[in-house]
């Protein structure tokens, strides 16, 4: 065709994504998959681990998946665990303090939320590996992009 040509002009629908944003795309999904296949999950500091591997495993199933590294911090899993008080079971007041003589009602266990874990997902596609991370941040389990190479 001409390069005069009109209908060699871009549209208005915009260029084609790249690989890069292919990859990236694709670690969101992966991120989508793994938080909410798995939240509300119980889990207990004595869990942690094994709900860390079938997170890992369930994820590194997906295409383009490199990697996938899931830690449950179970400090925190025991604080919250500890502070649910038997009026409050299931968790709707949010970790208060037990008052004196009252015990906790959790069943050992909580659920699983943002707040519980870190991540990191690698992803390679088409020659183009973007690392993301979960964290929480402001009180919001934060999922970004940390880097992308090509």
Partial sequence: MDSTDPDDSPTDEG???TDRD???FEAGIKFGALYH???????????????????????ENQPFCEAVTVEILTEKLAAEID???????EGEIGGGSLAEGEEA??????????R????????????VEVVTRM???DGYPLMRVESVEE
């Fill in 37 to 59: 296949q798995f939240a509300g999950t119980p889990v207990s500091p004595d869990s942690a681990a094994s709900l860390e591997t079938a997170m890992e495993k369930a994820i």
């Fill in 135 to 137: 964290e929480m941040e």
């Fill in 15 to 17: 260029a084609p994504p």
């Fill in 83 to 89: 502070h649910v008080p038997a009026s409050d079971s």
């Fill in 22 to 24: 292919a990859a990236c």
């Fill in 116 to 127: 519980f874990m870190e991540v990191e997902i690698v992803v390679e596609q088409e020659g």
């Fill in 105 to 114: 009602s959790s069943g050992g266990y909580t659920e699983l939320t943002g």
